[in-house]
């Protein structure tokens, strides 16, 4: 498969793929009998790449962002995170996870809630302190950093989250329809500075989401996902620049693209009633 | 808070009002068998007014006239010496001393057991039965072989006494605290999971956190409890001091007004702790981000 990320990291095989995933499946076994969440799902993400996965509810697509994360266990198949069992990843705190809610504590102002995962870690306070600078900068909330939660707009408390997913410098950022709750106008506004960020980190991204432009406007890769079971249907390569502004989303490549995504989507029958 | 009282004042003193005009009517018809008999066989006779002025004066009255209380209540709280046997602040010091031991090993235990129920299954299995069946025992009856048992072991004065009160104040304490300390929500759980947290971690950083505000509703009824423990633990123990043994003594000579004197103070006292809890919990939980209302 060509590989996007190698203009970013020259690709060695001493470098191994953020994700690799072969033929992995998982059945929960549920009241109603078991349910195939996820079948046959071969896929590697490299490192530096931004990969987006969208499909209609109940595809798995969060499911398999949770089996990266080492939150669900497969039933079949095999994974590999950074070249290590997912459960290894994790202790070795390998990726940031983003929630669909920004799950701050209410009862921590916005820097401790980005303090949280530096003190579980056990940094040191100079370098906790020069952290939650640093992320809560890249997130431009530094002038809220005293302010509890409930004082933030709901865009904001996204940021914070994602500045707390940040402050411990895993390479590999997971995001699980971060913007899905938030109005058009800020999703706008975060996926512009998610870019922007991406581009100055450098980190590997996965992004769940379910909203066609939006995975268009971020990705390098589009993993387009069908349900029942959950499965891989199209993954499509992006040729847009890596250079992005938001009225990108009128030109023609880029409406070529989302109508591959559509495409997609409509082979896995996803608009099936 | 200003505009929050003023618009309190009118409704309290109109039920007030109320509460004292039927309680001066009921003393009228409490007290009038009685002085009618005594005025039969002194062979005296009053106008209606002395009749009535006599009903709300009698020394042993069936039930006291307000303002008799109230008398009562302002001499022995105000007029005496505190160290004085007859004064109310000495008696209440005594119960509330026996009260706050009993209420601090009650909420530590309380929370003990929520600790231990949320993190051992075979606890949650096993004690939830026990915790629930040990308030269904009449108080009244665990109360003297408490302190009969443990006098056994040489434990007298104020330890078995607060024990009493632990006995009530520890179950409400360690009901809301399980509930507390399992309010996090997966997502929360989730993300400590991703950060590889300890299980000491996330029970420091987010289930303890997390279950303040259930703490202090409970410590709320639990001081309460602990109040009425510590009182029903001084009658049937033959306590000499205490709002307890106040109320006893009084039944034993027929001094109604120092009976109700007592049950005043002890009003006051439960009031007293339970705004003291309710300020203790704003404060913390303005400390800990909460919306100021």
Redesign the interface.
Known sequence: MHNPASQLQPASPAVPPAVSARGLGLTFETNDGPVQALADVDLTINKGEFVSFIGPSGCGKTTFLRVIADLEQPTQGAISVNGMSPQQARERRAYGYVFQAAALYPWRTIENNVALPLEIMGFSAADKRARIARTLDLVNLTGFKKKFPWQLSGGMQQRASIARALSFDADLLLMDEPFGALDEIVRDHLNQQLLELWERTSKTICFVTHSIPEAVYLSTRIVVMSPRPGRVTDVIESDLPRDRPLDIRETPAFLAIAARVRDGLRAGHSYDE | MRARGDGRVLPVAIILLAILAIWYVGTYAMNAPFQRDLDRRGGVTRSSTDFFIATMTQPKPTLPAPHQVATNVFENTFLRKITSNRSLVYHAGVTLASTLLGFAIGTALGILIAVGIVHFVSLDRSLMPWLIASQTIPILALAPMIIVVLAAVNLTGLLPKALISTYLSFFPVAVGMVKGLRSP?L??L????????SGA?TFW??RL??S?PFLFASMKVAIAASLVGAIVGELPTGAVAGIGAKLLAGSYYSQTIDMFAALIAGSVVALLLVTAVDLASRVVQRR????TA
């Open positions: 929500d997502i929360n989730d993300l400590m999971r991703t950060y590889h947290a971690q950083k987010l956190p997390a303040v800990m981000g909460a919306r």
